[in-house]
């Protein structure tokens, strides 16, 4: 019975692993774009209506590294 706990935990965490590390994936609806948290840039983030201001603590990504959507 532990043995398959075990066996589960590590194909969660792998698929998780799979999922962060692989193809970048759309991050907000059509006519949003994404922000970045000011203290967490690499992890934390949300998304604002194009043409708003990031709300308070967030930034916009520096020119060329937004997350983008790759067919």
């Known amino acids: 019975m532990a043995r398959r706990a075990v066996v589960a935990a590590a194909a969660a965490l792998a ?4 999922t962060a590390a692989g193809c970048q994936e759309r991050v907000c609806r059509q006519g949003e774009h994404a922000v970045r948290s000011v203290e967490a840039p690499d992890t934390g983030r949300t998304c ?14 520096p020119p060329g ?5 790759v067919d």
């Open 48 to 61: 604002v209506k194009d043409g708003e201001a990031p709300p308070p603590g967030y930034e916009e990504f």
């Open 65 to 69: 590294e937004a997350p983008v959507y």
């Open 15 to 18: 698929m998780t692993g799979l």
